[in-house]
């Protein structure tokens, strides 16, 4: 089988293009690494691509709002590319400055299907930006491919602005109902109790319901602030004596696995 | 036209960037009338634009759908708070969410902006809040009125507050003029002053002498240029020549003078940092490229050269501590971008030193209060690493009351490139002739000018403020992008970045590959009309790079830069004319003989005298409870968790690291280093550690430096590190060492430097670690009226070391009851201005010795022992001595220890508070399964090591003692909340 020719968004700030490729290919893909302006150029064609990854960074510094620049950014410049990449679903995903343009963009909940914001990603409760490892649980209720069988992750979140709040009570209801949501925070091991927040510092920014990645209904648009691409090789988690890195590679495989079907 | 947007948060949601400023006003500024504080962001458009435009603006770019709402022109909030303080930039600094905001507006309405956007931050304060307190708000925590202004208002024309557009106002340029220099000594003396030359009578002579060499005049009138110099060829003489560029005090011939006996030394770099890379480097064939580039470099592997540098910025961060320590950064960045054909920059180390946060005393004129210090340098790390993708792998900070006077902020950044690309190394470059200059990344303002030459003096209430500027990360990092593309696409024969000096340094020192540059400043790109010449060859401006182009690959070089959006333009040729040439508007404003612009300084002459002034006989005491006097260590500032710091920075992006700064099963107990594995397709990873030790100096700087060079090797075998793979980078941090009538500590100062240098030179050579870059700041003394602070000497030795296989380091927690525990390295009585004494307030005693040759065996055994898989945990003992080790380790490891004291191997008679808390060098806690045992000891015969007890399934922490006082019963739990409250903010 031919491996599924990825693109990892680069440019302007984004940062985590490295990591987010070598993952991708760590579990079977054909992963590139594509600088924004070989898009609007159409030195590279989205269409000729199985999947497309925004990773994160600190695209035009966060100013105005994480993700904020870089979703007028699409939205003005190739939108054209990324309606039909949507209208096929194929994978879209985004991790933290990603899953922060997405949902900016409103391509995520896209609870409308209008491609207007529905939620938000804003300031952690903390006031504070921070580097913390944390676990997440996947939700058996989630319509999410991506997060089938992952077990559970253990990986980084490095965030000032990942505090989940969606517009009002009824759309985190219909996100909740729907099964949108994908990861929750958990306790080690991937643990919690239904209906009941771990708390900060397992919610490390005091999200919403520890919501860390949700998809929209078709399950294929995907983001969570966390980043796994961190935690694909033993080597870099900090308790090295224990086995933490396959709930990663499994999430990664799975976004490979929906590729693969284009 | 000028329009305002305003942004706020919808009424009832929280907001947490207010409520922490509402604690840090009670907290650090001791105001309690403030109930709460809301937060609200102000856009100042200058454009011509209709209500529908502004609307959708505000709409589509500036409100969130969720959580905040935009106004146009109205404001966010009418009423109900007690004061809105408006902060916004001065006219001129670097906006950096004003330059984002204008390219999302251009954007969102398909056209280019011709005027520009203006960001300011609204407080709103609520509460019985007196109009004092606000305006020391203000002051004090909002604005920093050196690149900030702010208006303060009781109601809903805040907006009127400060002025709406700080613009630039145009300004008429002031015309190229010439300087006579036929003057007398002292009318000499006050133009360097007054022109901020910082040039000496000597070297101001010396250039009056070679304009008014006949051959010279000859040559200039040619050009058409006068015999006395332009403004612009004395500022440029004055950049390249300062102590900042050319390292004056480092090359001075030294008369040293120590009982009785004189020695005379031709440059402290010639005799012993490049004598220590001569000997200690020899047969190490990775050693690329050593003191002559922007950075070190060195081989990783056969595919993969790394590059790495140290430096410091510490006038910058005493004046606007934000803004200093995010250029700080972002410079060092480019240092290794420069460095060889450019490296990536794959992590960046910092070490910062400040007065004690908690000081309560009179903050001096022009000062700032140490933890207001702390806070805007962590924050401008914290930008410069985060925002531009590289992660903060390790550190340290420091704190010593005398850093008040100037902090200390040290920037590391390593970066990696390919060891060649089209077949040609990458180490090695070279201008050639006919090649175009480009100029790549920002524009030229007057932000920095001077900041060379300014470093080169101390700090006092006269200093400048244009030396201060603000970075812009993003800015870089698309430049970085594009010039590593550009890289791979071979499109330029030399990279170098703009740091202090400007193009002036630059160009200049690219051009010695030639010998000759002719540049056109009116092409040079303005961030606003009226810049003189002069201005535009040595303003500082930030996030700029300069390359060698070779002609025919100009017109691709600058269409690749017009694709990443980065702005590179062609100010002109290398050519081998022996002169540097500047052109403004076809008219020679500067003509400079290469030879005299690099070698025409003249060499200092220096005199140093040593003299013992430390009293090693140690006061009376009464020794403490030793489970207290531990609590009290762990709570101290230098030892206590730096969590709340660490956490704030980036330390994996990139996916490479594997030793991050804080481990354990919590992962909050601190790393000895860091440890990088930087190439995807290999397990081998480099490691890095910092050695600091400033409280040393007031014994002897020689044991300073002698520990610093320890320490920073000893984290780095901690880890895994052989010790023939360790390079390391020097960095001296000094007061004025030249004696003058003010200066009569001079003398004293410049012995205790070369005593460090002596020191750097012997242990060094001893573990066979060559230096491969360094730095150096001379000056860091306040001085105002009556109030003199001068730091203590201090040297940060840095050291990158090579580990074989990632997948085998140790960390320094415990990881299971019943490992045993060993301590490697003898203790002495070296209390002397240990942390245990400072805090107990003992006078005297001896500073730690560093025996490197025992060291060196010891490190060799512990490096084979770890690649042998036989250590489970490793840790150095350093601030705090064995006791905080021990604690540490336990930290990490949430697990207790039993430890008896008996069997640490020390010298002959030393009680217990001793054996816990010498600060002698050379020491590890380290622990081994029980089954290893033997085969452990085996690998450390003929070393120090004493087997002193076991790592406890509970958390019991024991400690049994050879005297009376000696027991320490308590619980981990209570040793963690110790080291963690203290900076627990």
Known sequence: MAKPKILVLDGFGLNCERETAIALSEM????????????????EKLEEYAGMVIPGGWSFGDDIAGGKVLANRIKYRIWDQMKKFHEEEKPIVGICNGFQMLVKLGLLPNLSGRVEQEVTLTNNASGKFEDRWIALAPQKKSVCPYAKEVGWISAPVRHG????????EKTLERIEEMGLVAFRYACEGGKREENESVGYPLNPNGAQNDIAGVCDESGKVFGMMPHPECSIFEWQHPNKEKAHAQGSRKFYGNIVKEAAKF | MVSRIEVALKDGLEDPAGAS??????????????????????????????????QKIAQEIFADAVTSGAFVNAPCIKEGFAFAVEVGFKPGVTDNV?????????????????????????????GNVKKEEAERIAKEMLANGLIERWGISKDFEYANAIAQVPKVLPMQPVPVQNISLELDDEKLVSLSKKRLLALSLEEMERIREHFADGKVRVGREKEGLLAMPTDAELEMLAQTWSEHCKHKIFNAKIEYEENGKKENINSLFKTYIVATTKKAGKGKGWLLSVFSDNAGIVRFNEEWNLAIKVETHN?????????????????VNRDVLGAGMGAKPIFNTDVLCFAPFEYAGMVPPKLMHPKRTLEGVRKGIERGGNASGIPTVNGAVVFEPRFLGKPLVYCGTCGIMPAKIKGKETHKKEAKKTDRIFMVGGRVGKDGIHGATFSSVGLDEDSPTSAVQLGDAIVQKKAADFLLAARDEGLYNAITDNGAGGLASSVGEMAQDTQGCIMHLERCPLKYPGLAPWEMLVSESQERMTVAVPKEKAGEFAALAALYEVEATDLGEFTNSGYFVAKYKEKTIAMLQMEFLHKGVPQMELQAKWEERWEEKQGKYEIPKLGEALVRLLARPNICSKEYIIRQYDHEVMGMSALKPLCGVERDGPSDAGVIAPVQESKEAIAISNGICPRYSDADAYWMAANAVDEAVRNLVATGVDVQTIAGLDNFCWCDPIYTKENADGKYRLAQLVRANKALYEVCTAYGVPLISGKDSMKND???????????????????????DVEKIVSSDFKEGGDVVYVLGKTFDECGKSEYFLEYEVKGGKVPRVDAQAN??????LASAIKKGMVRSAHDCSDGGLGVALAECGIGGRLGVRVDLEKVPREGGLADDKILFSESSGRFVVSVRKKDCAKFENEMRGCAFGKVGEVKKDDAFEVKGVGEHGAIYTKVGVLLAAWQRTMKW
């Open chain 2, 782 to 804: 306040y001085r105002n009226g009556s109030i003199a602070i001068s730091i203590p000497p201090t040297l940060l030795f840095s050291a990158i070391g090579k580990i074989k």
């Open chain 2, 21 to 54: 400023l509402k604690r840090r006003i009670l907290e650090d500024l001791k105001i309690n009338s403030v109930s709460s504080v809301r937060t609200a962001s102000a856009y100042v458009i200058e454009a011509q634009l209709g209500e529908e435009e502004l």
């Open chain 2, 315 to 331: 006038t910058p961060s005493a004046l606007d501590p934000y803004g200093g320590a995010l250029t700080g950064i972002l410079g």
């Open chain 2, 856 to 861: 060196f065996k010891l490190y060799a055994c």
């Open chain 2, 98 to 126: 004003g330059g984002s905001a204008k390219e999302a507006i251009e954007d969102c309405l398909g056209e280019k902006l011709e005027g520009g956007v203006y960001t300011s931050r609204i407080y709103f304060l609520y």
């Open chain 1, 161 to 168: 602005e990942g505090r989940f709040i969606a517009k009002d």
């Open chain 1, 28 to 43: 079977g893909a054909d992963a590139r690494v594509v600088h924004f302006y070989k898009l609007q150029t159409r030195r």
